[in-house]
């Protein structure tokens, strides 16, 4: 039997903070790129959890929203052709935001040889300071019935509660998953996962300080085709 995968929240995003104007108002604003303070680890299989994560650790104070680009590797570190390498979260429009600390982005592959991934080569186009408060946790998601009781994430899911245990409001997005079945995926990859589908549920989110908010499923979630799937709720950092 495939492992169902039904992990919680992480992972965080927010606009870039345009600072240092001049006193001309004319002027254009100075961008503060922090590429420096990043550092990237690719984890390509995961015995509890999810596969192929890309861990970014930001070494500085201020939260970053970078513009990333990928390259598929073999197991020499050589790019693979013809296989393309993107994220879940969408490091390359710049929409995760990187608090001090480790956050976490999740990797696609596609491609005839998608099986000989072994790791990700990572491009930094540009680290922006983002405008984003201090935390010190995910977002929590919860799925809700039609009553606001605590769901399974399935045809009875009406609504996701978002908790925010932290100190400020944050604002987040909010993703349905479908996961690859393991059974379905090329050979020499039949144990790992990646995500298959991800529907946004709503748009951007403001959840309150130490406070939660709920938003509606997003519709056309449970469709039959992804009714045997693995699924779950990611939340992240979002701008």
Same mark, same amino acid.
């Given at each position: 039997m495939p492992r169902r995968v039904l992990f919680p929240t992480m &992972?965080?995003?927010?606009? !870039?903070? &345009?600072?240092?104007?001049?006193?001309? =108002?004319?002027?254009a604003p100075e961008v503060i790129d922090l590429a420096s303070t990043l550092s990237f680890d690719f984890l390509l299989e995961q015995d509890d959890g999810m596969d192929q994560i890309l861990k970014i650790t930001n070494s500085g104070q201020q939260a970053v929203a970078p513009v990333l680009r990928f390259t598929a590797l073999d197991k020499a570190g050589e790019p693979i052709p013809g296989v393309v390498a993107y994220s879940v979260f969408g490091t390359e429009r710049g929409r995760l935001v990187v608090p001090a600390g480790d956050t976490y982005e999740l990797?696609?592959?596609?491609?005839? %040889?998608? *099986?000989?991934?072994?790791?990700?080569?990572? %491009?930094?186009? @540009?680290?922006?300071?983002?405008?984003? =408060?201090?935390?010190? *946790?995910?977002?929590? !998601?919860?799925?809700?019935?039609?009553?606001? @009781? @605590? !769901?399974?994430?399935?045809?009875?899911? *009406? %609504?996701? %509660?978002?908790?925010?245990?932290?100190? *400020?409001?944050?604002?987040?997005?909010? &993703?349905?998953?479908?996961?690859?079945?393991?059974?379905?995926? =090329?050979?020499?990859?039949?144990e790992r996962q990646q995500v298959w589908s991800a529907f946004p549920i709503g748009d951007l989110i403001t959840v309150p300080a130490k406070g939660d908010t709920a938003v509606p499923m997003t519709e056309g979630w449970n469709k039959s085709e992804y009714a045997k799937a693995p699924t779950s709720l990611l939340v992240f950092y979002s701008r």
């Open positions: &992972l965080a995003l927010t606009t !870039a903070l &345009l600072v240092g104007c001049t006193a001309t =108002p004319q002027a990797m696609r592959f596609s491609g005839k %040889r998608e *099986a000989e991934v072994a790791d990700v080569a990572v %491009r930094i186009e @540009k680290a922006p300071q983002a405008d984003f =408060p201090a935390v010190r *946790a995910g977002v929590a !998601a919860t799925p809700l019935d039609e009553a606001g @009781k @605590k !769901a399974d994430l399935d045809a009875e899911t *009406a %609504r996701v %509660r978002l908790t925010n245990d932290n100190e *400020a409001p944050v604002t987040v997005r909010v &993703l349905y998953a479908v996961w690859e079945m393991p059974e379905n995926r =090329p050979e020499g990859v039949q």
